[in-house]
């Protein structure tokens, strides 16, 4: 159901994450002949996939074996998989397929603002900060959108200089940074956003900025390849509590570009992903009812590996949807096979389902009367079904 | 160091001809002017673009040279002549604390260490392949810190560099080079603990050949482990840096065709062996290429022998696929000599129009505009092409660029990014400066992640990704620190910096406007900056300048001039 106060996270696995490594076709012989055993889903061994209900394909479809909570999530019908979906543009460059996806306009890389800006600006979003990154800054799919807030760090939110001269030097700047130019756009922003947080952001006993607390019984995992991807979850966790009126946020986590000894990298990276996605989502249990968050990546990797135990850069990929209007625990889309004739130029996973359908769908179930032509223009959408109306 | 009141230009009396300059002469000394009209000079405008901001000394260099000889003499830079900026390098400590090693820990490793805990000075960065290939060696327990040492060596002396060296225009480059071919140290110690010979293949070809340029960065440990050419093998290769080659190192993803064509073969000229970009298959194929490029890193070759742990880059023919290809719509034969496949693929990216076209507009958006002139990307990468084989192609190119009408209609189109930011800061205020990790810290929370920017494309050199409140508040918040006892990493004397004929308020005003700014400031500006004065009605009141009570005024405007909108471009 759409609500006033719904709010999307999007979560942007940055450099390529193998899909076919993350929820694999296990069984699949083509699967298992292009690929070394450690870079796909095993059936046997200590490394063993995580076997999945779904009505996909038969190919016994596994999740990694480092996947344990997302198969929690799976299982409790909070998360769906949609697979073989992604770019319809041939690019396997990484910024280039970024730049289109998050454009939102798979083959124009000059259009001048990202989809989320948008699809914000035709929500018109009231509430003091509604538009969040977690990031140092805002990705693409933010682009000409000065109301957006880039805040990794809460705590750092506020204007430290002035002294004695505190408001001599807030009026000077608010008087200076008046004007349409993107500078002056940004510098007043900066001004607002400091002055909010700074009223906003709770105090402990002694009148200091709080550390995050996250909700009881809750903990973010702190080992492994966790930091970035932890950092923006608490972040965001902390932000949305603060009460300042947050409807889309978006989350980095990079370093899946796997080329090379892919095997403890890709365990490492989908643990954290895993866990840490988890914990937000136990985190965020008072606001379930309105939450939706996209996983997604710029594209799949290769079917055949390397000879560096790697996967270079390949086409179609899995997406991940996660949130209490979810109809989880299926995978969907269409499964196009493995098989050299119905692979994308004949190397890699097809794409079957253009991932503007996925964010479409959410965003037309969760929000209000989205104008999808606005925010994917010149794109036909056909619900796959994955959320309920 | 104590500076004088005449010695207001890092510790140089001849920073006193900015007093001189009819510019400065221009500016009215107690009333404000009238209008809003903003006075653009030419020569501050030129220093924010070939160096990292101006100071009055350099302003007056080149105001007395013109800029055409003041390029020449930068075009041709001269280490020992840079005495102030070589006693700083010298003199640099940057601290180093770590504990001592634990045996229990990575059990796989041999030796131990002792706890460390001490203000080090920039040894690294003299250091011979051979010590510093040390410290990427994953068998002998090393603290991470000193694996990560020569690259923060490195971070020290390009913010030493670029506050203090006389060469601005070197440094303004070797930046930009940086992040063409971006690395990040920090990903392995093969990077981190070479870092400080990365960094000198930038220094050597910055202004020179781009062919001999890129077969240096090619062959470089740092590149080959970060794109992982060290481990690409037949078959099939490993893809990373191949891919790269073109389209962020080359030709770019301008022309790159993978969307419209499946087969060479129709990628217009491509018959004739003059293809307009690349594909896939191009990529491929340079990728089969370069197997067999690699670091002799002590590794098992897996054909019977094992590489020596030197670090040095070597050509093993052994994982080399040795069979016919076909790059950029030419063909190679097979069974090559040694790295010939490779050099070919260099000789053919670097060559293709698409290349100089790409170069030139990413010249042309560092040194102009972040949307360029076409005309002028268009001159530039007709003297790129015409200097092809030239060991002083760069160089033509900047000439081409810097001294075009171009260069010189487009003052203040670049927003700064938070090196830049900074840096111009300390130059324009005369600090006293002395990098440390807190700033380092700083500058990454800002989104300057200096040599550790993840992904090959380096730092986004537009506006829209620099133009947020994070960064910006980021930055405004840096001056505080910088000020601040505790951060440690400037010293400020203002009013020693202040010429000694500048005495009103207004005056003060006026200087600092300028000199920051690079304007007079109009009435309301100059009304607002009265407040930070002791008698705020009086622009001809004499303040005394040198009494204590005037450091927190002086300070605290000099910081809000550092946060008005003319101080964030360049």
Known sequence: MASDSDILVVLFLRGGCDGLNLLGPSSDPIYIAERRSETRVERDGDHKGLPIKNNFADSDFRFHFKAGKLKELYDAKHLAVIHACGLTNGTRSHFEAIDFMERGTPDNKTTTTGWLTRFSHEQKFKGMVPIISTSNSLPTSLLACPEAVAAPNVKRVTLQSGGHFKTIQEKLLNERYQGTDPIAINGLRTLAVADIFGKKIPLDAHGKQADYVPSAGVTYPTEGYTN??????????????????????????????THVDQEGRFANLTDALSRSLFAFWEDMKAYHDKMTVVVMSEFGRRLRSNESRGTDHGHGNMMMVLGSGVRGGEIYGQWPGLDNPHLDNQVDLAVTTDYRTVLSEVISTRFSKPM?????????????????? | MHLTRRQFVFGSAVGLGALASPALARVPTSAPPAGKEIYLDPTFWTLNRIA???????????????????LEQQLHPDNASDTLCNNKLSKAVLAIEYKASDPKSNEKA?????????????????????????????????DNKERNRPTEEVRAATWIRAVYSQWQLREVMVEFWHNHFNVHAFSTAAISGTFPLYDGIMRKHCFGNFRAFLEDVAQSAAMQYYLNNNRSKASPANENYARELFELHTLGADHY????????????????????????????????????????????????????KTGKFVYFDGWHDNYQKRVLGTEFDPNSPPMADGRKVLDLVSAHPGTAMYLCTKLCRRLVADTPPKSLVVKAAKTWQKNIKSEDQIKQVLRTIILSPEFAASQGKKVKRPFEFAASFLRATGADFAPNSG????????????????????????????????????????????????????????????PDNVRTSGDIINHWVRRLAGKQPDDTLFVALMQYMPNPKDPNFIPDIHHSDFKEPLQQMVMAIGMLPDFQVR
């Open chain 2, 257 to 308: 065709y993978n969307d419209l064509y499946n087969r060479w073969r129709e990628v217009p000229g491509a018959v004739k062996g003059h293809p307009i970009g690349y594909i896939d298959q191009d990529v491929y194929e340079a990728a089969r290429a370069f197997t067999g490029w690699t670091i002799e890193d002590g590794s098992n070759t897996g054909k019977g022998t094992t590489f020596p």
């Open chain 1, 228 to 257: 970035e991807l932890n950092n923006g979850l608490k972040a965001l966790a902390q932000l949305i509590k603060m009460d300042i009126g947050v409807r889309i946020a978006t989350v980095d986590y990079g370093g899946w570009d």
């Open chain 1, 372 to 389: 999808l032509n606005l925010v994917f223009p010149g794109f036909v959408y056909k619900p796959l079904g994955f959320m309920k109306a």
């Open chain 2, 52 to 70: 990292y901001g101006p100071t009055p000394f350099e302003e007056e260099s080149l105001r007395r040279m013109g800029l055409k000889h003041y």
């Open chain 2, 110 to 142: 041999t030796g131990s260490y002792p706890a460390v805990k001490e203000d080090r000075p920039l040894l690294a960065l003299g250091s011979p392949l051979s010590d510093l290939w040390k410290l990427a060696d994953y068998s002998v327990r090393i």
């Open chain 2, 439 to 498: 700033l380092f810290y700083e500058m990454s929370n800002a989104g300057y992640r200096q040599f550790e920017w993840a992904t090959p494309t380096g730092h986004p050199d537009t506006s829209e990704y620099w133009l947020n409140s994070n960064t910006t508040l980021t930055c405004w918040n840096l001056l505080p620190k910088f000020f601040s006892d505790g951060f440690k990493v400037a010293q400020f004397d203002l009013a020693a910096h202040t």
